[in-house]
């Protein structure tokens, strides 16, 4: 099954490194059942884009994670895309994420097809994301529109091989 598993730049290097995305378990975005049942009239690319928007989410709020514990990070969101085994996957029952997964075991570098991650163009808008986070979680609808409007940015394509340009770029 094609997993995304929300990243950082810092992470993706962690990865590279020791071969692994991990500590397990791991949450990662995938077109699951509740997925498929709730956007009934997807096709399955529509639904996998879906799922990279979730793991987009999921990476806003570890790039803040990291920056509240002091971890000088770049505003740039990053995804990965692997295949990993359907034995290895737990879907998720919540309602709001209906395409969440946890995957049992660290991710191998040998199981990426794939690495999504924001252009530098986009770095602005993904630095007012992150500092509208706080009052976008309290109920703030413009803090909200302004989280959003990270989104309007598409996460550019990479192939494995290109991770270490990534990453001295």
């Known amino acids: 099954m094609r997993v995304y598993l929300p990243c950082t ?12 995305l991990g500590p397990a378990p791991l949450t990662g975005y995938a077109v699951t059942p509740a997925l498929v049942e709730w956007y009934v009239s997807g096709d399955t690319e529509e639904l996998e884009y879906v799922a990279l928007t979730e793991a987009a989410r999921a990476s806003l709020r570890m790039l803040a994670a ?5 971890v000088d990070v770049a505003a ?12 290895l996957i737990t879907a998720g029952v919540d309602l709001e994420e209906r395409g969440r997964v946890r ?6 570098l040998t199981a ?43 996460l550019q394509w990479y192939a494995t091989q290109e991770i270490p340009d990534l990453l001295s770029s």
């Open 9 to 20: 730049l810092p992470a993706l290097a962690r990865m590279a490194a020791e071969g692994e």
């Open 66 to 70: 990291d920056r509240a514990d002091g």
């Open 76 to 87: 740039r969101r990053v995804v990965v895309a692997a295949e990993i085994s359907d034995g």
């Open 103 to 108: 995957v049992a075991e660290s991710v191998p």
């Open 112 to 154: 990426l097809a794939a690495v999504h991650i924001d252009d530098p163009d986009a770095a602005g808008d993904v630095e007012a994301a992150l500092d509208a986070l706080p009052q976008a979680d309290a109920g703030d609808g413009d803090a909200q529109f302004t989280v959003d409007g990270a989104e309007a940015h598409e």
